[in-house]
């Protein structure tokens, strides 16, 4: 009869391959609805006529998936750069919204993202 036993070896193994496909799957995933745009304004901007993409904020992940919010937090997104150079706006991965008072996507990163925005994914936009 055959041992049909699974080493310690064998299944660590397999355990992080099913993990890594796992993010990667999720990754994918968030890339194919990056484009997705929300919007997040504060009444007060609009009224007082201020600039819409000052007051704009699309921090809003609530329709997002626990998976989601994790790689927006891995990649470090932020509203607002602390690179001049290097904004959301200019990167290569960056959707822009349908108007400037509105939140874009991105390819890597689902939910909302803000134009003056940034994350460690950042790439340079080709030109």
């Known amino acids: 009869m055959e041992d049909k036993r699974v080493t310690r070896r064998d299944f660590l193994l397999r355990v992080g391959a099913l993990g ?6 999720s990754a994918l995933l968030s890339a194919c609805g990056g484009g997705q745009q929300q919007q997040q304004q504060s009444g007060a901007a609009s009224e007082s ?4 993409s000052a007051e704009l904020t699309c921090t809003d992940v ?16 932020t509203d607002h750069s602390p690179y001049p150079d290097k904004t959301c706006a200019n990167c290569q991965l960056y959707v822009p919204a349908e108007s400037p008072d509105q939140c874009g996507g991105c390819q890597l990163i689902k939910g909302p993202i803000h134009p003056n925005g940034y994350c460690t994914s950042w790439v ?4």
């Open 20 to 25: 890594l496909a796992g993010i990667g799957g």
């Open 62 to 77: 609530s329709g997002l998936t626990a998976e989601e919010i994790q790689m927006r937090e891995s990649l470090q997104y």
């Open 124 to 127: 340079q936009k080709a030109t």
């Open 49 to 52: 006529g201020t600039s819409a």
